[in-house]
């Protein structure tokens, strides 16, 4: 969990607002939106994420990106799944990503026509929010994404973003790091940290939001993540080196942390990358 300035981080936003007349947001790590200004989304967005199917796909595009810029830690500009551009950068300490900050919901001047046709062809029901989309030049765009960063850069050293029992955390992080490949109990930890379980599992549900075993679970997927973008071994391979003997419950996991398939994770990632 995030301890937040929240009024300064507030008129951070709306200045920047004001000056580009662009929607930005602060998502946690976990991908949940923390702030915004202004707080509604484009009408074309919220319509379509009034359905399942909608917001499924929004919310994974939000994701992607901000995995992305933890893998660069700079500034990345994309396309979501509809076709609007956004642009990502990461919060971080010398050790984690803690936040993101984002903007987005924009259609570049330079391609804004072929988008809205394609945006009406395949939503005819939005076409009219469509209409109202900003639009921006990718020079407005970049220089926007630099701003960002550096926004970014002034919420770390202003300590306006600071993770709760930050010093706590970052030491379980590394034990679990260490021993990503191998079993992970509570009784390890609480010898390594010479605490009692009653202070341990205290610790997960004040900090992590979540249960020890969910919280190393996160881990080891995290870390198969990273082995999928950025090595070629198999993915049984990858499952015994995060932890799971077994490469088939490795998947049941990797999915429903995930949301889709080790493979098609790669695959997807590749292909955003290619």
Known sequence: MLRLNTESLYSV????????????????AAFRELLAYPTDREQFCTQ?????????ACEKSDMQGCRTCAKTKEA???????????????????HNVLAYVMFGQILTRETCESTKADLKARFPELAEAAE???????????????????????????????PMGSDLIRQLDHYIDDHIDQSIRAKDICAAFRMGRTRLYGLCADHLGCGLAEYVRKRRIQYAEKLL???????????????????????????SIVGCSARQYRNEQHERDA
């Open 132 to 162: 109202a989309l900003p639009i921006r030049s990718a020079e407005e765009l970049g220089a926007a994404a630099t701003v960002l960063q550096a926004i970014g850069s002034f919420m770390m050293s202003n300590r306006w973003v600071t």
């Open 229 to 255: 973008i950025e090595t070629k071994l198999p993915i049984t391979e990858i499952a015994y080196r995060t932890g799971f003997s077994d490469h088939n419950h490795f998947g049941r996991v990797f999915r």
């Open 48 to 56: 379509l994420r009034r359905t399942s199917e909608g917001n499924a």
């Open 76 to 94: 990345v500009i994309y396309r979501c799944h509809a076709g609007l551009t956004e642009a990502v950068v990461p919060i971080r300490d010398s």
């Open 13 to 28: 936003l709306r200045d920047f607002h004001t000056l580009t007349k662009i929607r930005i947001v602060i998502f946690d």
